[in-house]
């Protein structure tokens, strides 16, 4: 029972006007089959497009049109007379031409599809008295869309025991297809959402026939899930099969001692809501091969760590019929590549701007800050290295005298300066005094451009007065911390001891540091320096950029305070050596000097 669903702007989304179109020829179903099931749709809550009051004639006229274009789904009823009304065959024209993400369920009705797709057989000779007195032109276009429609597997009445069960099967997939295609009520609320369905279209390649698997990599807390959520609500539809299974990793045990019946258990779950079927039995792991082997199946793998979660779910290509898509998200970039899957979609940070109003939108429920908070907001929210345009001269005036705003800072910039500038600029953007933005927030620092954490932070603000968010600033970090660090410390717990040890070492002396350095610095401690690097990032926890070990503040801050907890494995440097530090640069490891004079250059 598959839908068919054409979009010229698949991120895009629609105001529909009913729920189904059905088209149908009345002297063949309105007293039987087509009352029965308009019936039952009304039961269910769905709204359907009835033309009663519209008169018939040679060819449709605007109202019908414009009925057909607002409808989210058509439901063509093809029967033995169908074809012949020109009303109906012009009908089809449009319905098969809709837009925008629009779907087509078709029901044979007492009809053989053979007979709709080649025009023979009683079909066939209603069809050609149609034809009559048409141009050639017409008749091809009929003839197209009947070879169109007839190819999407829909409903066959000869093949069910009884019409009220298959009206019964047939309003509730309308209904799954109906709560799928809604718009989701947060997609505006979702930022920077419409430039992830974009690029992941592109690697859906939805115009291609064969399987394809993609994956969605990136850190714990970036948003994957919410994307693979709205990837599924948005092209999902058109699939005859569809399934999404969320939090795969929480789901399987830690250790798995019995790998095979967890793996039954995973594709039971799977099968169950891709079928429908509540009491299904799974015996073997070729269950899902054997039920899934030629339909057309969209399935999302949320939050997938292990390769035997993928063996059991989506084993390969050949399980899944042509034109299936599998998603599957992960922090694991080895578990994709070991299962063959080489189209991945790096989940990347949220820009500057993106981030902010990300912020504004779980504080304020807008997407900027409202009167009076402009300034607490941008003290609240650190944007990080990032200005598109900053023009620098030594002669103040030479800005000022074009209306510049100017903001005076010392050479070399330290680190304190890039988020002052930052936060000034952003302020001028929003016409506010840059002063408070000074404070240059010990939280927000730490947050970064991490959705997690800007989710936490928001929401943390969320019905606050401006007098509570000033008094709260200061002691804010170690409060909220404690919450995304819960989270976030599920990654570093998947670590052996090892790749602990060393993603501790990372987090306290090497973020920001050349991989080089970083090389010869660990690899009398460590074996396998440059291959404990290609783990860490694989499995999100750095990056390597530019030459360079980069790790996001809260995780840095993770490893930091994991290390503080282990007295026994850290030395204060300043009891090591002779120089005076601060505690801020305490927690370290025995190396000789200069190499500590890298960690600080």
């Known amino acids: 029972m598959a839908l068919m669903a054409s979009s010229s702007s698949s991120t895009g989304l ?29 039961n269910k809550g769905i709204h359907t497009f009835i033309d009663n009051k519209i008169e018939r004639g040679e060819s449709i006229g605007p109202e019908l ?9 058509a439901i063509v009823v093809l029967s033995e007379k169908y074809a012949s009304s020109t009303w109906c065959l012009d009908e089809l024209l449009e319905i098969v031409n809709k837009q925008l993400g629009q779907t087509v369920v078709t029901v044979f009705y007492k009809v053989n599809p053979t007979d709709v797709k080649k025009q023979i057989e009683d079909f066939g000779k209603f069809f050609e ?35 009220a069960t298959m009206i019964e099967e047939i309003a509730a997939d309308v209904l799954r297809k109906l709560n799928i295609s809604s718009p989701s009520r947060d997609f505006d609320r979702l930022i920077g959402m419409g430039a992830h369905m974009e690029k992941l279209e592109s690697l859906l390649r939805l115009d291609l026939d064969g399987v394809r698997m993609i994956g969605i990599w990136g850190p714990l807390g970036i948003g994957k899930s919410t994307i693979a959520r709205i990837l599924f609500n948005q092209f999902s539809a058109s699939f005859q099969l569809r399934a999404i299974m969320v939090n795969i990793k929480g789901s399987y045990p830690q250790p798995c001692l019995d790998e095979g019946s967890t793996q039954l258990e995973l594709q039971k779950q799977m099968l169950s809501q891709m079928l429908n079927e509540k009491d299904l039995k799974i015996t073997h792991l070729g269950v899902a091969q054997e039920r899934l082997k030629g339909k057309k199946v969209f399935l999302v793998l949320d939050d997938v760590d292990k390769i035997a979660q993928l063996l059991a779910l989506a084993g390969n290509n050949d399980w899944f019929g042509p034109g299936s898509r599998i998603v599957i998200t992960t922090e694991d970039q080895r578990v994709l590549k070991a299962h063959g899957i080489n189209d991945i979609y790096k989940v990347d940070f949220p820009t500057t701007d993106e981030a902010f109003q990300m912020f504004c939108m779980y504080a304020f429920d807008q997407k900027s800050p409202k009167d009076g908070f402009i300034k607490v907001a941008m003290r609240t929210y650190w944007f990080g290295p990032r200005i598109r345009v900053v023009l620098t001269t030594e002669d103040q005036s030479v800005l000022e005298a074009q209306g510049m705003h100017t903001y005076q800072v010392h050479l070399p910039l330290t680190d304190n300066d890039v988020p002052k500038l930052c936060m000034y600029v952003i302020a001028k953007k929003y016409h506010t005094d840059g002063g408070l933005a000074e404070l240059a927030c010990e939280a927000t620092r730490l947050v970064g451009r991490l959705p997690l954490g800007i989710k936490v932070m928001g929401s943390y603000f969320r019905g606050k007065s401006k007098d509570e968010w000033t008094a709260t600033l200061p002691g804010l970090t170690s409060r909220l911390f404690s919450e ?12 052996d001891d090892e790749d602990k040890d060393f993603f501790r070492h990372i987090a306290c002396f090497f973020c920001n540091k050349e991989i080089e350095k970083v090389v010869e610095c660990l690899e009398k401690r460590f074996p396998d320096v440059r291959q404990r690097l290609v783990v860490l990032y694989e499995k999100s926890l750095i990056s390597t950029e530019r030459g360079l070990v980069t790790m996001h503040g809260l995780l840095a801050q993770l490893g930091k305070n994991i290390d503080r907890k282990q007295p026994q494995h850290r030395q204060y440097f300043k009891d090591i050596y002779e120089e005076e530090f601060t505690d801020d640069a305490a927690v370290i490891y025995k190396f000789p000097m200069h190499l500590m004079r890298l960690w600080c250059s």
């Open 129 to 163: 008295e149609t034809c009559q007195g048409k141009t050639k032109e017409k008749i091809e276009t009929w003839r197209q869309a009947l070879e169109d429609v007839a190819t999407i597997a829909g409903y066959h009445s000869i093949k069910w025991e009884n019409e």
């Open 484 to 495: 995304i660090e819960s989270i976030l410390k599920l990654s570093y717990d998947a670590l």
């Open 65 to 73: 049109k414009r009925a057909i274009k607002g409808s989210k789904i």
């Open 14 to 42: 629609s105001n529909w006007d009913h729920d189904v179109f059905p088209s149908f020829h009345g002297e063949d179903v309105r007293q039987n089959f087509l009352s029965h099931m308009l019936k039952e749709f009304r």
